[in-house]
């Protein structure tokens, strides 16, 4: 089955600085990346997505790249805010199979 | 649309009592997915249905778990007997398939379960 690796589990980065979180999957199978924010005592939420059939998607300050051949996907978070502090998921597999990496804790200092 | 609704949101409960956990999903979705977190573990994939019919229970940890759902708009989680090491967060997720693609996982707000 699908194992999903996610690194590192915790980042401190100054506001305004990029923060840059990485993952990798073992199934070539799958086709659906989705990157989720958990802000504390809260469900996660969805913030970007891809698909296998696309290298790289953006959507203002947040990024995520996907290289198929490596079997890895970044997320990307421009000029951070401190309202980004969260922990970020990512999760790799297919329609009703997703696997969620360990989490990153975020934090952003101001 | 209010999102995927689960109840309750807190559940303490003693050693070997059995617990539920409710879940309505979005209407319209055909997938639903029960997920449990833990600090050490993360989010696991309890099990998943696809219009009502369990599809994969792999990540059911052992008998005293079991999921039904006996129509589009309704999916219990129990739990029975319950123990310690069932603490964690539940949460239930919903979305929908489409050709080619599909929908991303929509999440309640969990179910927060101690077991003393």
């Known amino acids: 089955g699908e194992n999903v690796e996610q690194h590192p589990s915790t980042l401190s980065v100054q506001e305004g600085d990029s923060a840059v979180i990485k993952c990798t999957y073992s199934?070539?199978?799958?086709?659906?990346f989705p990157w989720y924010k958990q802000e504390l005592g809260k469900r996660p939420q969805l913030i970007i997505d891809?698909?296998?059939?696309?290298g790289e998607k953006k959507d203002q300050r947040i990024a995520v790249t996907l290289n198929k051949t490596a079997k890895h996907f970044s997320l990307h978070i421009t000029e951070t805010q401190p309202e980004d502090s969260a922990v970020y998921f990512c999760a790799g597999g297919s329609q009703g199979n997703l696997i969620f990496g360990k989490g990153t804790k975020l934090s952003v200092k101001p | 649309d209010a999102g995927v609704i689960q109840s309750p949101r807190h559940e303490v409960t003693e050693m070997g009592q059995e617990v539920t956990l409710r879940c309505k999903p979005i209407?319209?979705?055909?997938?639903l997915f029960w997920y449990r977190q833990t600090m050490m573990r993360g989010l696991e994939l309890l099990i998943y249905?696809?219009?009502?019919?369990?599809?994969?229970d792999s990540g059911m940890p052992e008998d005293r778990f079991s999921a039904k759902m006996p129509n589009a708009s309704f999916s219990t989680l129990k739990i029975q007997p319950s123990e310690p090491r069932d603490s964690a967060v539940y949460f239930c997720?919903?979305?929908?398939?489409?050709?080619?693609?599909?929908?991303?996982?929509?999440f309640g707000n969990g179910t927060r379960l101690t077991v003393t």
């Open positions: 249905f696809n219009n009502n019919v369990p599809i994969d």
């Open positions: 209407s319209g979705h055909d997938y």
């Open positions: 891809i698909r296998s059939n696309v």
């Open positions: 997720a919903s979305s929908l398939s489409y050709s080619p693609g599909f929908t991303p996982l929509h």
């Open positions: 199934d070539s199978a799958s086709n659906y």
